[in-house]
């Protein structure tokens, strides 16, 4: 398998630095992207994104978009992959010789991409929820974009798993629902989907915003007895696309998913 180091095709897997501090600190910042139909889906959004969050976490990496993305292209097709569903993975990481976790103005940065073929598609295969024990901090930038820190995802998805269900719902210190281990959330009320705002400890996924911009939902918070009155709830990320939900611990949300299965004709009839 080839991959991208720094904007070198290499087929080393063995790149990463004793100083790069995503593994040594988490300190590091990714997007995950789906090929498909020989394009990167909403890859401006995505590195609108990932540029936002470097400069929020200081990072100073420079991306040109056109570049980065003629790049991912000739390592799909370096690895074979022009004509498969594919997921991409952008992560850049900050590296210093000094230890401890100060910012010096010396410190570079490791990008790397990697790709894999899509093996399992479950776009509008209906998943089961949990409520996660664990609490999301709403007052934390961590939430709001997608980090090298993802051991409360990583945990509260294993938790759920082991209860028998494919995912929890992360609920956060004022009782709102804010999202999923790796998808955000909607729910159906007055025949109108709303998801939770940035502000109850969301990240902004890019269907989430692509959903906002074209007036398919809007936002509004709601807390988990409410949402269990809700009768069509799904979930969305940028690999799976949408999912709807079928139960939410033992409670039935519903039996039909009409307006999700609607709502995920008009993705696909824009090419999402």
Same mark, same amino acid.
């Given at each position: ?13 063995? =790149?990463?630095? *004793?100083? !790069?501090? $995503?593994? #040594?600190?988490? %300190? ?7 090929? +498909? ?21 200081? =990072?100073?990496? *420079?991306? !040109?978009? $056109?570049? #980065?993305?003629? %790049? ?7 690895? +074979? ?21 100060? =910012? ?169």
């Amino acid at each position: 398998m080839y991959i991208l180091n720094n904007g070198k095709l290499t087929r080393n897997k063995n =790149i990463i630095s *004793i100083e !790069d501090r $995503g593994y #040594l600190l988490g %300190d590091a910042v990714f997007e995950t992207i789906l090929y +498909k139909d020989k394009d990167l889906i909403l890859f401006n959004l995505h590195l609108d994104r990932l540029i936002s969050s470097l400069k929020l976490v200081k =990072i100073k990496a *420079i991306l !040109d978009k $056109g570049k #980065l993305h003629q %790049d991912i292209l000739k390592l799909v097709k370096k690895n +074979k992959l022009s004509d498969k569903t594919t997921v991409i993975r952008i992560t850049i990481s900050r590296v210093s010789n000094e230890r401890g976790i100060d =910012i010096h103005k010396k410190q570079g940065a490791c990008i790397t991409v990697k790709v894999s073929a899509l093996k399992n598609d479950l776009r509008l295969k209906p998943i089961t929820l949990d409520i996660a024990n664990i609490k999301r901090n709403e007052k934390s930038f961590i939430n709001k974009i997608k980090s090298g820190n993802y051991l409360e995802n990583i945990i509260a998805k294993d938790d759920a798993v082991q209860a028998g269900y494919d995912d929890a719902i992360f609920t956060n210190n004022s009782g709102k629902v804010s999202s999923c281990t790796t998808s955000n959330i909607y729910f159906l009320q007055n025949n109108k989907f709303y998801t939770p705002p940035v502000s109850d400890g969301v990240l902004n996924g890019t269907i989430r915003e692509f959903l906002i911009r074209k007036k398919k939902v809007a936002v509004r918070s709601i807390k988990i007895d409410n949402l269990l009155k809700c009768k069509e709830i799904f979930l969305s990320n940028s690999v799976y696309g949408i999912r709807p939900v079928k139960y939410i611990k033992k409670k039935l949300i519903g039996k039909n998913f009409d307006n999700t299965i609607k709502l995920n004709k008009f993705m696909l009839d824009k090419g999402i």
